[in-house]
């Protein structure tokens, strides 16, 4: 399932993405952004920290058990430091389709165009 | 697919001649049909494949082959160590040793039909299935450790299961090899509530009729029959292999240029054989696969639970249990020699046939049983492997219908409540905490499994034995 963020800059574009990434599992209006939790990460080129950004989320979703409805993202070179927010999977109101194994690097791709910023992947569901 | 591409060799085998830097020709086994529907990027993937160092005889494909990460989802390919041979984290895939275990309950369709309901409400209250779901076992570091190394064997001995069950099994339950310390430690923390759970997407648990016999002999074998009931498995090593899969897709990309290796698509990320990087994936991706047998290993335990409560007169043996997504090491002739070669398979099935020295006793005259699981509204196959699939695709065949829809599509296309009225009208009950996950497994949403399993048994990759037809469905 492929993955697409597009923003004014590289760091709303990640942002998107990460919407994007739960999308593939529940519907955004039904996740509460209660809780906040806190990711870093760094990859050698944009285009593995974008695969770094979304394998850091599943691994938090997995571990936690929770979903996320809201991002937000600085960039500092290839360094990343997000906080986002959400709450515990309840099946019962998520109605979660899938869960994600990983963020492959199929399509992957970060580049301004037309002076829009595009994040995108493929996921592994 | 542009069938103008390749020269073809039989009526089921097409090949790709070797140019530019491919090492060896890319073959695809299927019928001229399915040919047609081929998405191209097998085409594409299948060559890149043939550029990797080291590669023997040819990068093959299945007649289920489709658009997968750097190889394709049904890809086959061997690696020589002594000739720069390499090992690929995306020709494994990330759900490591993902498979299916058949369950023979020793029950025909008569007996379960009044049960049938409470059957399906029992397995879906008892197997732990979706999102965020867990299971009753919660592994500590040292429990962890032990069902890394024991797979199977230590879930037998941990008390799921019976030590029979073991010989039906790839591997005797216990893979060799493995390393648990080699796993990261992420890997193991998305692991450790995950023991015993089923997952999601394309993973279920059925209850199926066995409704036709293509080759009495075998089936006899098998120990299968007409109306017979059996019960199929179909999940892998959950988080664990999920984020072994990750973190050597990351670290097999930044070290292949350091290890001289051009890679033509990133996804395709390896390292070789004989490189630190290399074994330390080798001993992962083993304890990963490990995980999956223990794991298929426990589903069965409460299996036995759930029949045991409702039809006590069940037996529930193994008929055997096969991995998809792997990579091993194995003995294989080629130009008259015999050579251990590193076999990978990516959502394709290893297929010993007859006489083959890791096949147990009771099924070694008739070949290994290779399972196809199809898609909740069609059936499944059980195929036996064939002397000459040895030379055809180093022993491998298909492993299942293969996605003609992407799930975007099949959730715009259905509605999970109208999938299950339709298909409980046919007398197939589904039970899933998602309907929109339904929806996306809809049985369109699926390649005609039967075309796919007839063009394997006609290219001579494994032989069709018996095909089953789903009563109840549990989907994560």
Known sequence: MGVRGVGATRAQAFEQAALALTAVVADL???????????ECQAPDDELLLADWLNSLIFEMSTRKMLFSRFSVRLDGRRLHARAWGERVDPARHHPAVEIKGATYTALRVAEENGEWVAQTVVDV | ????????????????????????????????????????????????????????????????????????????????????GVISAGGVGFDISCGVRCLHTGLTRADVAAAQKDLAEALYYRIPAGVGSTGAIHLGPAEMEAMLAGGARWAVESGFGLAADLERIEERGQMAGAEPEMVPQRAKERQRDEMGTLGSGNHYLEVQELTAVFDS???????????????????????????????????????AKQC????????????????????????????????????RQILTHLVRQVFAELLPQATLSVLYDVSHNTCKVEEHRTNGESRRLYVHRKGATRAFGPGHPDLPEALRAAGQPVLIGGSMGTGSYVLA???????????????????????????????????????????????????????EEAPGAYKDVTAVVDAADAAGLARKVARLEPLICVKG
């Open chain 2, 385 to 439: 492997g064939t002397t000459e699939s040895e030379s055809r695709a180093f022993s491998s065949a298909c492993h299942g219908a293969g996605r003609a829809m992407s799930r975007h599509q099949a959730s715009r296309t259905w509605r999970g409540r109208q999938v299950i009225d339709e298909l409980a009208a046919r007398g197939i009950l589904i039970r899933s905490p998602s309907q929109r996950g339904v929806a």
């Open chain 2, 217 to 255: 002999s075998l089936a006899a074998a098998f120990g299968l029959g007409i109306g017979d009931i059996v019960v199929m498995i179909h999940c892998g090593s959950r988080g664990l292999g999920h984020q072994i899969g990750t973190d050597f897709l990351k670290r097999m990309a930044t070290s």
């Open chain 1, 29 to 39: 209006q039904t996740i509460d952004p209660r809780q906040p939790i806190e990711v």
């Open chain 2, 1 to 84: 697919m542009d069938l103008s591409l390749f020269r073809q060799r039989s009526a089921h085998e097409w090949e790709i001649r070797p140019r530019d830097d491919m090492q060896v020709p890319a073959v695809i086994f299927a019928t001229e049909a399915l040919m047609g529907e081929m998405d191209q990027k097998v085409y594409e993937q299948a060559v890149n494949v043939a550029r990797l160092p080291g590669i023997v005889k040819a990068s093959y494909a299945m007649p289920d082959a489709h658009w997968g990460y750097g190889f394709p989802i049904g890809g086959v390919a061997a690696f020589d160590p002594d000739q720069g």
């Open chain 2, 260 to 295: 001289g290796i051009r890679l033509p698509d990133r996804e395709l990320a390896c390292a070789p054989i004989n490189s630190d990087v290399g074994r330390t994936y080798l001993g992962a991706m083993r304890a990963a696969i490990n995980c999956a047998l223990a794991n």
